[in-house]
């Protein structure tokens, strides 16, 4: 596209941004002060690490990593497990030096399903942004990354990639139709006019919902334009669209990702192909939505059966990538356990809290009268589903992991742990899960690009994205957490708070994963305090 009309896309964007925050808006991303983060250094080493991969490839160490600014140049021994580490190691002409003896070393993770709140429910970018960062996230996908204001997300991923913010790697997809003057797109022709004035606009890809205009028709048109301009796709098959377009034919028609459960198992009905719903049901009613979204688990084909395996094929031969988000419908299955997870007193903000809260008008807080039928159902339908995640793999299909946070009690970075948890319930392995977690999503990401990842692996030659753990999470995922995870003392018969991540690498600046957490919680400790300052006030 010319540079003319990318700068017409570009004013475009800002318009309808201005227009949009003129009546909410969330507060500016505040700039990255200079005690946030050490570095990029010109010459960084990471000392006697164990270091996993990423690859699928087992752990080894203890290694030394050395970065010069942002890139990984070297991954050296640094002797043999179970002797004295030599001193004084090569090299010895280092800026700054992390002694992470004992400790682990992963790629930087990447969430694939990605939002970053809202002015009601959490206005503040920097909340979202330093939870995924403290725990670990270095890359997201944002699908969208901000409703309704495109240009936000686009200038959140300009000033990350200058490290201008405290913010992980940023890829922009926006909704068809989302950012532009030009009407609705209810016509092929005008969904790829769409797409090549989003490509001028420096967006990363499409998220379609397969309602409303997204006809199957418009959606094709979208996909295939998006693949000649390097742009990725992917879609919540929701189901007013999925008797037409399912998630088989969605992989048919080329696109990239099929992210949640929606779709598939309308692909693998058998005996209608439209599942039965009672004669009240109504979309719009999200319990009903959501409640009746698992009774399909008993009207699918057998697991296993020719049917389901030669479904699986077609979507691994149509090059389609899984991406389940397991943890954002958990609470559906234990919704006490939800509402009462460790880290909802300290690091939910109250109006986040408030928005979890049932709810016929905040999206995805659809507990009305939540029955033990409701989570029974919801149990039942987990079982194929990850049956169905976990087979793919198997296959060789593409796995990957997202949150999709800031709904059903699902909090940033906590969500992202639960989902390497789930996926481990799935039958993955641990180090299938770190793959899922790190270089499926790097390769989901650059593919449509045209590229090979530079991030998602502990390579040399590979942008400095690490997370340094003191606990082996292969061992147990729940070390990962922003708030630890309790383990009994032998010597002192005591519970103790172990775990959670020591250090964030992204783009070779260390981020203090304990500091990041304490800014949260001080912000959470700050709206509580103003709340109960209003609460307080005399009446005027």
Not at 33 to 50: C, D, H, Q, S, W
Not at 79 to 95: I, Y
Not at 274 to 283: I, R
Not at 514 to 537: G, I, P
């Amino acid at each position: 596209m010319g540079k003319g009309l990318k700068a017409l896309a570009l004013a475009a964007l800002i318009g309808m941004a201005s227009a949009a925050m003129t009546q909410h808006a969330m507060e500016p991303v505040p700039t990255r002060g200079p005690n946030e983060g050490m570095g990029p250094f010109r010459k960084l080493v990471i000392r006697g690490a164990t270091m996993i991969e990423g690859s699928g490839a087992p752990p080894r160490g203890p290694v030394d990593i050395v970065i010069e600014g942002n890139r990984i140049t070297d991954i050296l021994s640094a002797g043999t497990p179970g002797l004295k580490m030599q001193p004084n190691r090569s090299p010895r002409d280092f800026d700054q030096e992390i002694d992470a003896t004992g400790m682990y070393v992963l790629p930087g993770f990447v969430d694939m399903h990605g939002h970053n709140g809202d002015p009601e429910k959490a206005p503040n970018p920097s909340y979202g942004y330093k939870l995924w960062l403290a725990h670990g996230v270095t890359t997201v996908r944002g699908v969208s990354l901000y409703w309704g204001t495109p240009n936000r997300s686009l200038d959140d991923k300009r000033l990350s990639a200058e490290n201008r913010i405290v913010a992980p790697h940023l890829f922009a997809y926006l909704t068809l139709g989302d950012g532009w003057t030009q009407g609705r797109v209810d016509t092929p022709e005008k969904a790829r006019t769409w797409v090549r004035w989003a490509a001028g606009a420096s967006v990363d890809g499409i998220k379609f919902f397969n309602r409303g205009d997204e006809t199957p028709a418009i959606i094709r048109a979208a996909i295939d334009e998006a693949k000649k301009h390097g742009m990725g796709t992917v879609a919540h098959l929701s189901q007013p669209g999925v008797g037409q377009f399912n998630a088989r034919d969605a992989g048919a028609a080329g696109l990239g990702t099929v992210t949640h459960f929606y779709g598939h198992f309308e692909a693998l009905l058998k005996q209608n192909r439209l599942q039965p719903l009672p004669a009240d049901y109504n979309f719009d009613d999200e319990q009903a939505r959501f409640g009746e979204a698992a009774e399909i688990w008993n009207d699918i084909v057998e697991p296993g059966s020719p049917e389901w395996i030669d479904y699986l094929k077609a979507q691994k031969e149509a090059g389609v990538t899984f991406d389940p988000t397991f943890n954002i419908y958990s609470a559906s299955r234990d919704l006490m356990r939800a509402r009462n997870a460790d880290w909802q007193a300290e690091y939910a903000l109250p109006q986040l809290s408030d928005y979890f809260q049932s709810s016929r008008v905040n999206h995805g807080s659809y507990f009305f009268d939540w029955t033990t039928a409701r989570e029974v159902a919801w149990k039942r339908f987990y079982v194929p589903w990850m049956r169905l995640m976990n087979d793919y793999k198997n296959m060789g299909g593409r796995v990957t992991t997202g949150s999709d946070p800031g709904f059903i009690y699902q909090i940033w970075g906590f969500a992202y742990i639960q989902e390497l948890e789930m996926l481990q319930e799935a039958g993955f392995t641990p180090l299938e899960v770190v793959q899922a977690a790190t270089i499926n999503g790097a390769r989901t990401i650059m593919e449509p690009k045209g590229k090979e990842p530079e991030f998602g692996l502990v390579r040399r030659g590979m942008i400095a994205d690490l997370v340094i753990v003191p606990e082996n999470p292969l061992a147990n995922f729940k070390t990962l957490y922003g708030t630890g995870h309790l383990r009994l003392n032998p010597a002192t018969d005591k519970q103790e708070r172990v775990g959670g991540v020591k250090w964030t690498v992204k783009d070779g600046i260390v981020y203090d994963a304990a500091k990041l957490l304490a800014d949260v919680r001080a912000m959470v400790a700050a709206e509580k305090a103003k709340r109960t300052a209003a609460a307080s006030a005399p009446s005027p």
